[in-house]
């Protein structure tokens, strides 16, 4: 049995070995040559090599400027770094001023419409004053007392003129008379209503010398003439 086992191994040994064997061509040493497939070179002409050197010129020419585009890019984006760097650095900064300013526009704001209120009231006090001074100029100046009306008036009493005489006497009682004139006068006007027989308005001007002006020097005749009437 163990020889049968041997035989099979052998004999699939020789088959594998008979399928391995045989030669390779050998190398050829001339191959035949397509001539549709062989390329001619042909040396260019001077018009040829100048336009050559031309365009080489040219793409000398693009690649340095291309070169110092790229060192320009590169120091662009390098000033673009430095530019974005600051501008992180500085947007706090600038959020602060606004903060500030805007703090100090608010108060302006403020400060100005304060002005305003105080410019109004101002002018408010101003046209009231105006109003008050307008007023006092309105007035009248006070009338003074003038001797020469109570120098007439007496006169025409004198002459027998007794309404003249009244007018005048009245005017002078509206002239703030000196208090040693007072009482004369009303005893003149108590006197001239006397001599027109108006009896009842003559004791009214003779009272009044007695209860206003007990202490002048018409007060005993005024008692007199009330005795008389």
Known sequence: ?????KNIIVYFT?????ACGGYLPADKAHWPVNPAEMHSWQPPDEAELSARRSNQLRLDDLTAEIEV???NHATL????????????RTNPEIQSMDSSYGRKIKLEQER????????EMAKAGFLDAEARLNKLMAIQPPILFS????????KRFRNGQFNKSLELFFKLT?????????????????SAYYRLKNYPKAKKYFQTVLDNYAQGDK???????MGVI
């Not at 984006?77 to 992180?88: D, G, P, V, W, Y």
């Not at 007060?219 to 003439?225: A, E, V």
């Open 1 to 5: 049995m163990k020889s049968a086992e």
């Open 14 to 18: 020789a088959i594998i070995l008979s």
């Open 69 to 71: 585009l790229f060192v």
């Open 77 to 88: 984006s390098n000033q673009e770094l430095a530019m974005l760097e600051s501008a992180r």
């Open 112 to 119: 100005k419409s304060r002005m305003e209120r105080d410019i």
């Open 147 to 154: 001797i020469s009306d109570y120098n007439l008036a007496m």
């Open 174 to 190: 509206k002239q703030k008379p000196p208090l040693f004139l007072q009482d004369n006068i009303q005893f003149a006007i108590g």
């Open 219 to 225: 007060r005993f005749i005024s008692y007199f003439m």
